[in-house]
């Protein structure tokens, strides 16, 4: 059986905090793109324990990336969803060259590539602080910031009225782990787009509405 077409790719990257997920659900909407993050399959799949949730949630708690078969195999799985077909939004994947390599064979077989991968640049120590201080939404994974982005009613999601927690690997012995252990494999990725000429690298350390236009022109400019 052939597999489902895919129209746009798009490849979000950036350190743990730099701004994916914040940036993803604009330029989702904006770019009419489905909004695909590994790092929310992979917390929905811990709230619901199933078997790939048990698997997952001791890499997270360690800062850890799961293991590569694991994560493509959920990857590929959501790529053959309906919504996909229309083109998609990556965000988290891929996290070493192995996943970039996959990612790039599988969009073959659906007739696609990437077209673009924008770089999301963010110093370490704005990292630690925005992992420190984020929030993040219950029902949708909406993120916040207590100094730079707070709700407006405290504890409560502006977007779907849900509770507000803290993530458990944003606990700072984990955000340290997190930076250690997969800083490296970003600058692998970064040079992989670099070397496909699809590389876009964005200064993430602007304020979020300023990175939007950013990153909406880099996108544009086609
Ligand atoms: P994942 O959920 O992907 O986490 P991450 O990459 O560490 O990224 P974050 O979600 O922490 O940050 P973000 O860049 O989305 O920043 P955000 O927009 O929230 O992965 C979690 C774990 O799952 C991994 O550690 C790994 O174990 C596993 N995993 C996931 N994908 C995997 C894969 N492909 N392979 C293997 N394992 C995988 O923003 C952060 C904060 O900053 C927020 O509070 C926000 O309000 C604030 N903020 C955002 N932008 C700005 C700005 N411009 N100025 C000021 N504040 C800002």
Redesign the pocket.
């Known amino acids: 059986m052939s597999e489902q077409k895919i129209g746009r790719v798009v490849v979000l990257l950036?350190?743990?905090?730099?701004?994916?997920?914040?940036?993803a659900a604009i330029l989702s909407e904006r770019l009419g793109l489905a909004h695909v993050?590994?790092?929310?399959l992979?917390?929905a799949a811990v709230r619901d324990k199933t078997p790939l949730g048990v698997i997952?949630k001791g890499?997270?708690d360690r800062?850890?990336?799961?293991p590569?078969q694991v994560?493509i195999d959920m990857l590929l799985e959501r790529l053959g969803s309906p919504d996909a077909a229309g083109g998609i939004l990556l965000?988290?994947?891929?996290?070493n060259t192995v996943?970039a390599e996959v990612l790039d064979m599988a969009l073959a077989d659906r007739g696609a590539s990437v077209e673009a991968a924008p770089y999301?640049e963010v110093p370490e120590a704005e990292l630690v602080a925005?992992?420190g201080?984020?929030?993040?939404c219950r029902a949708a994974g909406h993120?916040?910031?207590e100094v730079?982005?707070p709700p407006v009613k405290p504890g409560v999601c502006d977007i779907d009225g849900s509770e507000l927690y803290q993530r458990d690997?944003d606990k700072p012995a984990t955000v340290q782990a997190?930076l250690r252990q997969?800083l490296g494999a970003l600058e692998q990725v970064v040079g992989y787009y670099r070397n496909a000429g699809v590389l876009k690298t964005v200064d993430?350390s602007?304020?979020?509405d300023q990175?939007s236009s950013d990153l909406l022109s880099v996108l544009s400019a086609r």
Do not use: N, S
Not at 37 to 40: E, K, P, V, Y
Not at 91 to 95: L, V
Not at 133 to 136: K, L, P, T, V
């Open positions: 950036g350190a743990p905090g730099a701004g994916k997920g914040t940036q993050a590994t790092g929310d992979f917390r997952a890499y997270m800062g850890e990336l799961v590569d994560t965000d988290g994947f891929p996290r996943q999301i925005r992992l201080g984020r929030w993040i993120p916040y910031h730079t982005k690997d997190r997969q993430g602007r304020g979020i990175v």
